[in-house]
């Protein structure tokens, strides 16, 4: 769905800037350089169920669903919108969830929505009226969502028959120093973590044996609560996945330069680490 930090990328100030010497920014308006424009990062589950009626789970809903929707699920054909899992409160992983009004209705039925107590606080502070609906106003629909609160971290949880493994990590610090953590999840061999600063050692076994790995790699050098790109191929050599997907990119780091580090790691250490782009779809 998308791959950008809570930004996206291009930022608009580098294309407005009198300077305008930002290079991802301006490679990304370009068709050559288009993969280098990036939604924030979300990611679309679809499922094969038995029934035959496919499932489809959303995991963050942040600013840019609406634009990322009118792109991914039109280009796939995705009708329903069967679960939203969301990773932690910030404004690119929540901000999109008034948007799912549409698919309420047309579905005619509550979305159920995971997260953490913490970030169900959130919400109710960002939307409160999508919480409890008594504090709607009248005259416009709300969408009705059936929030289910995730309180067992070691431990999976069933979704439309898939079990998910939730991968409590740290994304950075609050203000007064205490850990501010991220819901990463875990569906069969896929292990999905897209805003990381450090991986506990209570969390590396349940990553431990995952075929594909999708890990956050904000840009070419360290951040305080994201993986730099050196980070996240450090930890792709002690996870040893089939193949590894980095995401969460800001306007720092290039989309063909990724790639050709990608070969150079393929050629030296036999490593797969590519960097994902929007609308990458995966066949598992």
């Known amino acids: 769905m998308g791959t950008g930090t809570s ?3 291009p930022n608009v100030t580098c294309l407005t800037s009198i300077d305008y010497t930002c290079k991802v920014c301006k490679l990304s308006m370009t068709p050559e350089g288009s993969k280098n424009k990036r939604r924030n990062t979300s990611l679309l589950v679809c499922i094969d169920h038995p029934d035959g009626r496919q499932r489809n789970i959303l995991i963050d809903c942040g600013k840019s669903f609406y634009d990322s929707a009118l792109d991914v699920f039109i280009k796939n054909e995705i009708r329903t919108i069967d679960a939203v899992m969301l990773t932690h409160g910030h404004a690119d992983a929540v901000l999109g969830l008034d948007d799912l009004r549409q698919w309420t209705v ?3 039925r509550s979305i159920p929505i995971y997260c953490d107590q913490s970030t169900l606080e959130t919400v109710s502070g960002a939307f409160p009226y999508l919480v409890d609906m008594k504090k709607a106003t009248n005259g416009g629909g709300v969408a009705s969502l059936d929030f289910r609160i995730i309180e067992e971290f070691s431990r999976p949880f069933v979704c439309e028959g898939v079990a998910f493994q939730p991968l409590h990590v740290e994304h950075g610090t609050y203000g007064d120093g205490r850990i501010f953590y991220f819901n990463g999840f875990r569906f069969d061999n896929v292990s999905y973590i897209s805003d990381c600063s450090k991986i506990p050692d209570t969390t590396r076994p349940l990553i431990n044996g995952t075929k ?3 890990l956050d790699a904000l840009r070419p050098r360290m951040h305080v609560s994201h993986f730099g790109y050196n980070q996240a191929i450090d930890e792709i050599r002690r996870f040893k996945p089939d ?3 980095l995401t969460g990119f800001c306007h720092d780091i290039e989309h063909s330069e990724m790639e050709q580090l990608a070969k ?10 590519d960097p994902a782009y929007d609308g990458l779809r995966i066949e598992l």
């Open 106 to 108: 047309l579905q005619n």
């Open 7 to 9: 930004g996206a990328v």
């Open 243 to 245: 193949r590894a997907l």
């Open 212 to 214: 594909l790995l999708i």
């Open 264 to 273: 150079q790691l393929m050629a030296s250490e036999g490593l797969v680490a």
